[in-house]
Every structure is written in structure tokens, then in C-alpha cells.
DNA sequence: TTTT
DNA sequence: TTTT
């Protein structure tokens, strides 16, 4: 069981790539405001790595920018690699299953189904099932 | 909106300490096993770092130990701090807002509320009221 | 461990109403459209009866209207009643602990915690501690 | 965004039915245990209905019985149909996308993806795409 | 640095 | 009894 859910902004724009077999990953950072305020009295804000894959992250791309009100529904992945530093490197991040598009009038949203290989199919997700080359992630 | 669930096992024995005000903090890594396969087909895991604050540090760290299968259910929070190689580190964590211990008959829940003073109330939470200094933290 | 995360646009204009004890409460129907099409190639939506305790109740019944776009973090309870026809009555509704306003500028939300005595604290939540006469609810 | 997730146990063995075009799907109902307690000071629990659908569906009636300890992560959904006197009658359940069985040692999971049509895939879900007649759904 |  |  691993359940994330955010609503927040984008804090840049989002970021498309394609991994080294062609399957789009996008990622981006949403800065997710904390619903209290701190000892001076203002309220921050987590800012959260997220990866979209296949149509999804198509989507994110074409409709999202620095600032869109964003829903994020998926769950937490922790990976490592190896630093340029020769020191291992521990990443923290929420790999999105659905991505919710909260600024339009029809807050359009895009779902993706996890393992899929059969990329016809209007509903595609996930992407585990294809190989995750630490430097395809911008992260 | 940020919500975390997530269920899995500890790596380790929990870790409490105490902040310099006397408030009682827990941390401890839960394995949270993939409901996919990896290319090689086998079953990974997300080893995520989860910090209970408060009344139920305090019932994590008596209930919890190597191994027990877990519930928490809290929020992503991340925070940074200047590292002892002069480089900014960046930690991603959950702060946990409920712990359910699953291993016991009767999985007994832990909850806490948030920005709480009065401590003599049964579930307590949270503790963003309270001065978190980084080094308070073990990740 | 029970949890949910909803987005979605009131049906109709929140109705807020005071227990004999004069603790607000309000309610209001959720739509949540769903992300995949009927045999009709149609989009549906789910309705879901949201309850607020009170300051978050005083805050949604100010601040939301018909068709505004809403988030709501909470949890699933189910209650049951002797209808007037006297057969039971069972429902099954949401009980937000956290309200988040998504069509505002800012999307404001409202947090309450659970079970909470002092009530000139700024977040107030979920109101358990309440006596719930099934009669000041209006499903 | 709907999302739901759930710890809690069976209050009876799973009914496992098929629908008119084979398809299988398993109800049961989950005692959530509440975190807080009453006026007279006793847990209470939320009783809610669960629905899963093809795969998981079997795999629910196989491995789950009355008392198990059991996490469901899935969605609301709200329906309605014509009662034996001719009223209306208002469904509130979930449908389960993810069952996992937290009383076995490996406490194994099920995952479902949304509207899959190819079934040879190893995690399937969901089943919208199925027509779903209300007098399939034993609730 | 990882659990069953 | 349903929203955009």
C-alpha cells in the first residue's frame, strides 16, 4: 500500500524527455502549501519531485506551466545512483498514476494503468515495465 | 492537499530522541513492497524515512521494532540543510499524523492532531508548533 | 486506517445548520467526475454527501457555492437511522477534516483536528467529541 | 481525484458472483476501526461496503475470509436504482483497484488497472467497462 | 543503510 | 436531488 495524493502549483515549467527506447517521461516540482504557519507566522510549502510517463507525461507537457493549479494521485518512489561525486545519491519521489489539470474549466485529468504494454489501450500508466535509466531522470 | 498511506515494514528498530524542549520525535524507515516486477521479476521495495512526533513517537517506539508491519498515514514534507561537506542536502520524508501497528491482534492506532498545546489530550499530533531543528533529525 | 482524497464541484449551494449545542455543521454534495468513459462513451461523476464541523463549516458555508471547484481530505463514516417509514436507514458519507477552496487566487483551505477541546485554536477539527443526533444532519 | 484507502477487517466471508458476461466480482463489507472513542468511551467502527472486480476478484474470494485483515486502496462510487417498493434507492461503496492481505506472512497484494480489455494481464482492475447491472451487486 |  |  502506497498512496500519494498532492494538489499544488508547478514551480517551473515541466520537463519532457524520452528514455533511450522512446517511452516520454515528463517531471517537474509542485510546491504544495502547508496548511499551518510557522513560528513567524508564515506558511510554506513542500516542494515535491513528481515523473509522469507515456501519454500522461505527453499530456503534462502540452498542459501544464510554472504555476498551473495541479492534482497529483500516485505513489512515493525511492532510488539511488551513484554521484558524480562517487558518493550514492538518494532520491525521494512521487511517480504520478494521474495527473489532474485544475486550472482549466474542465480540469481536464489523465490516467495512466500501471505495467501496461499494450500502448493502444487510452489509459496508460506507469511505464515500471520499461528500464529506468537513473540519467533519463532530470532529478 | 497532501496526503500520504502507505503500508510496510520497518528495516530497523524505530529511533527515538527528544528535541532540546523535551519533545519526543521517532524515526524509522518503512519497506514498502511493489505490487510490480521488475525486469528480472523480482518484487522491489520503497524504503521511505516517516518521523512521528510527540504521544505517538512515543507509542511507536515502545510498540514498533524491526520487521512490524506498519500503517501510517501522514504527509510528504521536505526541508533542507546545509550538509558537513558545505552542500546543501535535501531531504524528502513522511511526517507521520497516524501510526497503526498490524502485527498486534487488536492493531492498535496511534493518532495524532496537528499544532496541538494541550498535551494531556489522548491523540496528539504533529508538532509543526514546535521548533524542529535539523539536527533533531536523524535522516 | 481510513482515508480519502476528493476532488470535485459542489451540486448545489453548502447548507450550514447548528446542533442544539450550537456546534456548526455543514454539508454539501460532491461531484467527482470519473476518469473513464460509460459503454456510451460518456463521462460520469460520483456524488458524494461531504460533512464540516465547525469553523470549517463556518469557512465552506462562506466561501463555497454551487460549482465550485473543491478538494476534500477525510475520512468514510457510516451511520444508520430509523427512517419515518420505519425501516433503517443506512449512509455512507465523508467527514472532512480539511477543506481546500480550488477556485480562489490563493485556494485557501481549512484545517481542523480531531477532537478538540479548545476551540480558540485555529484549526478546529472533525467534532467526534460532539454529540451527532442524526436529526441535525440533513442526508 | 477520488482516491480511498482502507485497513480494516471482513465481517463476513467474500461473495464472490459473476456477472451475466462471466465477468468476476467479489463484494464484502470492511469494519474500519475509528481512532477516537464515544461518549461512553468505546471504538467504534465504519462499516463499508467494497467491491472488486476480475482478477482481484478471485483472488479476494480465495484468499480472504471473515476476519481478515485486509488494505483496499480505490475509489467512491455513488449509484442508484429502483427498489422493490418503487423507491429510489442511493449506493454508496468502493471499488477496490488494490486488495492486500495483511494477515498472511507475505501479506500479498492485488493490483487492478483501469479498464483493461486484454485479461491475460497480470494485474487487472477495475472493470468499468463491464456493464455492471445493479442486481449483479449483492448490495 | 534496508523489511517479510 | 446532481457539478464544469
Given at each position: ?23 516520454p ?32 507525461a505527453e ?81
Amino acid at each position: 500500500m502506497n498512496r500519494v495524493v498532492l494538489v499544488g502549483r508547478l514551480t517551473k515549467d515541466p520537463d519532457l524527455r524520452y528514455t533511450p527506447n522512446g517511452v516520454p517521461v515528463t517531471t517537474f516540482t509542485l510546491a504544495v502549501n502547508r496548511t499551518f504557519t510557522n513560528q513567524q507566522g508564515e506558511r510554506e510549502a513542500d516542494f515535491i519531485n513528481i515523473v509522469v510517463w507515456r501519454k500522461s507525461a505527453e499530456n503534462a507537457a502540452n498542459y501544464l506551466k510554472k504555476g498551473s493549479l495541479t492534482g497529483v494521485d500516485g505513489r512515493i518512489q525511492t532510488r539511488n545512483y551513484d554521484g558524480q561525486d562517487g558518493k550514492r545519491v538518494y532520491v525521494t519521489e512521487v511517480v504520478a498514476e494521474s495527473v489532474q489539470f485544475l486550472d482549466t474549466k474542465k480540469e481536464q485529468g489523465n490516467y495512466q494503468t500501471t505495467n501496461q504494454t499494450n500502448s493502444d489501450y487510452p489509459f496508460v500508466n506507469d511505464a515500471q515495465s520499461v528500464d529506468i535509466k537513473d540519467d533519463d531522470l532530470p532529478f
